[in-house]
């Protein structure tokens, strides 16, 4: 994604629409200031899999989830 397109309110919306198709429980979990915006493009990436995948097993749910895990902040 072009980086002039990157914007913080983008970032946020990929990352709460996530925890929604997730159907994360514990939605504190998925609340955007945790995660790094330096991996916007990893996020994007994901969240265009999501999309694209739609219904997904409790085995890729938690892929997904563990995957988010590597881009919250320390």
Do not use: C, W
């Not at 999501?50 to 997904?56: E, S, V």
């Amino acid at each position: 994604m072009n980086s002039e397109n990157q914007t913080q309110e983008k970032f946020n919306q990929m990352i709460e629409e996530m925890g929604k198709m997730l159907k994360v429980v514990n939605s504190s979990l998925m609340d955007p200031k945790d995660y790094d915006f330096e991996k916007y493009d990893e996020i994007e990436e994901l969240y265009d899999l999501l999309n694209h995948k739609g219904k997904l097993t409790v085995a890729e749910t938690n892929a997904f989830i563990d995957e988010l895990k590597k881009y919250r902040k320390q």
